[in-house]
């Protein structure tokens, strides 16, 4: 396996190489907003999440509770990670992949102009990263495989700092959306490497790799568009 997990992550950093060079070439000299995989899924969903949100929305289901109720069952997944049936958590977190989106579309269809549910969607979701990780890394340390607890706890690092490195810049008004790591390209790794548990070192490589230099792309990002406007 080790052949093979060394190509991938050459393959990996190949990748984040050539994506630091296309996306930190926008600033705000060109005005052109770089487009994340989220962006493009959900403009390609949308379609489907609104009618789902309108139809909640008239059950008088509330977004927060949507919200809540995914956090929920990533914990449940966690702790079936944490047991070491890592197939079942990832379908576990699988299924509960809807909640992420539905949250969303209700607070559309009821016209939602309040900014709490953004701010309790975004603190949910790193409970939700680090529920995971530290279902991981219990595994790993039951098993004794202390470099594979330190690439989980890694990644759970890079995870909160893409998130947060995003926040600190909205604090200086710099959107940042930026990375080739955002929250669904992990979200999507991780339920590959729980359901193929052949992959599940590749996948925290790419993880441990990919979202700390996306955290360090962000900074980079913020410091020339600052530097930009004189700041």
Known sequence: MFPFQLCCFALC????????????????????????LTDRVRGITKA??????????????????????????????????AQGRLQLGGIILLLGLPFDALDGAVA????????FGAVLDSVLDR??????FAGLSYYFAVLDQFEMMLLAMAALLGSLLVSYVRARADGV??????????????????????LVPDL????LIVLAVGTNFTALQRIWFVYRTLKNRGG
Do not use: C, S, W
């Open 13 to 36: 950093f190949g990748t984040l190489v050539r994506g630091f060079h296309r996306n930190t070439m926008t600033d705000e000299k060109t005005q052109a907003k770089p487009v994340v």
């Open 48 to 81: 489907v999440l609104d009618p789902a949100g309108m139809f909640l929305h008239r059950l008088g289901i509330h977004p927060d509770v949507i919200t809540t109720a995914g956090l929920i069952v990533v914990a449940i997944a966690a702790v079936v990670i």
């Open 108 to 115: 559309r269809a009821m016209q939602r102009t309040g900014k």
């Open 127 to 132: 409970y939700a990263d680090g529920f995971i």
């Open 173 to 194: 008004q710099v959107e940042t959306k930026i990375g080739l790591f955002t929250r669904l390209e992990r979200i999507v790794v991780i339920l590959i490497m729980l």
């Open 200 to 203: 599940l070192t590749v996948g």
